[in-house]
């Protein structure tokens, strides 16, 4: 027979967005009665997160240390022209470790191992047929219907590499881009994790989300072939397809996932435009709720709709950015659009990444010859929408 919890607050979904928001109540509401509802075997799934330095506040980032595992002091980049180091600092969190402060966070009973099939503004339903009610409820379950984005993909599949011998490699290499440009603007993206364990993704700036896994698998393998990495086994893989956005209707999309629910992560629209990554906005959502003392679910919308609506209407330079590298440049040449910008000053880049970019800086990204033809690069900005 099925059954009834009551609850203040109901977490719809224990990935990244959803992971953190309950972790923060948990550090800084500890009397919360709350419910997290994930039906995987892993909080956050299989994944591995990258931030650098400035993507998240000084004061806010009592959330994100405990759940680092590894840094590192500087990070690579490499272009057919041009290659360089940048002094800054760089940290990636493996979904393990995410799952196990998470979950140990929580207290007994919080944590509820099933899928919800249904999501409403009081309550949700759970595949046993059980009922959450709770005085809020946030919808954290990733994507929903960005059919009304105009959108490209970055798209990838991450191999984690444990080597017959030690690879000597001290920083990440965040882009390689010298590899053979396929199906868009293609990179590898390195992380040494151990000296003989080694991140390696093979990434793409594409035009459709499709991953053709076998191909990138053996690109993998020939890149590391290519390094001098002999690979005893694989440790984990991960694929996934990152919206970039260039344009659409952000009402319609809020809508479209419930107009009076409260949202988080890729589900609310909280991800940087120009490189699908969603932990810098992740990471102010949970410290924000966490700082809230209003918790219905008329109060976390106001929040979240509000939170999300600013981060659209503020980030129209980098859909603007997204329009050109998919709209004026030929898929092959894309790659010029980041070498140039990888050509400036690290605390621009920084910003960039942090979605915090000034108005000097968006000159500075504007000027000077344009790696993409010019009246490309115009009618790219001018047939993009929103």
Not at 19 to 42: F, M, Q
Not at 120 to 136: M, P, Q
Request: hydrophobic fraction near 40%; include cysteine.
């Amino acid at each position: 027979m099925a059954g009834r919890i009551e609850c203040d607050l109901a977490i719809v979904g224990g990935g990244l967005a959803g992971g953190l928001i309950a972790l923060a109540l948990r550090k800084k509401r500890p009397d919360l009665d709350l419910r997290l509802i994930e039906a995987g075997p892993r909080l956050g799934g299989d994944h591995v997160w990258s931030f650098f330095t400035r993507d998240i506040a000084k004061e806010d980032r009592w959330l994100a240390a405990p759940l680092v595992s590894y840094g590192w002091r500087g990070y690579d980049v490499a272009f057919p022209a041009h290659a360089r180091t940048i002094d800054t600092s760089y940290y990636a969190i493996e979904s393990e470790r995410f799952d196990r402060v998470v979950r140990t966070s929580l207290a007994p009973g919080q944590l509820i191992a099933e899928k919800a099939l249904g999501v409403g503004t009081t309550a949700a339903v759970l595949a046993s047929g059980d009922r959450i009610e709770a005085k809020g409820i946030i919808d954290a379950r990733g994507p929903g219907d960005m059919s009304m984005f105009e959108m490209g993909w970055q798209k990838f599949v991450g191999r984690e590499l444990l080597l017959a011998d030690p690879h000597e490699v001290t920083r990440p290499t965040i882009m390689d881009a010298t590899v053979e440009q396929v199906d868009g603007y293609r990179f590898v993206y390195t992380l040494p994790f151990t000296a003989t364990r080694m991140f390696v993704e093979d990434t793409y700036y594409s035009d459709t989300p499709t991953i053709d896994r076998n191909a990138m698998v053996d690109r993998i393998h020939d890149y590391a072939l290519a390094k001098g990495w002999v690979t005893e086994a694989v440790g984990r893989e991960e694929t996934g397809a990152l919206p970039v956005v260039m344009g659409g209707d952000f009402d319609s999309f809020w809508r479209a996932g419930g107009a009076r629910l409260p949202k988080a992560g890729l589900r609310a629209g909280l991800f940087h435009p120009t490189t699908g990554y969603s932990l810098p906005d992740a990471v102010r959502l949970a410290i924000r709720i966490a700082g809230q003392s209003d918790l219905s679910t008329p109060a976390l919308l106001e929040l979240t709709h509000g939170m999300a609506n600013r981060a659209w209407t503020d980030r129209a330079f980098y859909r603007m950015l997204s329009s050109m590298l998919f709209r004026a440049a030929d898929p092959d040449e894309r790659y010029r659009v980041l070498e140039r910008f990888y050509r400036l000053g690290p605390g621009l880049i920084g910003r960039f990444y942090a979605g915090r970019t000034s108005v000097i800086d968006k000159a500075r990204i504007l000027s000077g010859k344009p790696p993409v033809p010019v009246g490309r690069a115009v009618a790219a900005i001018r047939g993009r929408r929103g």
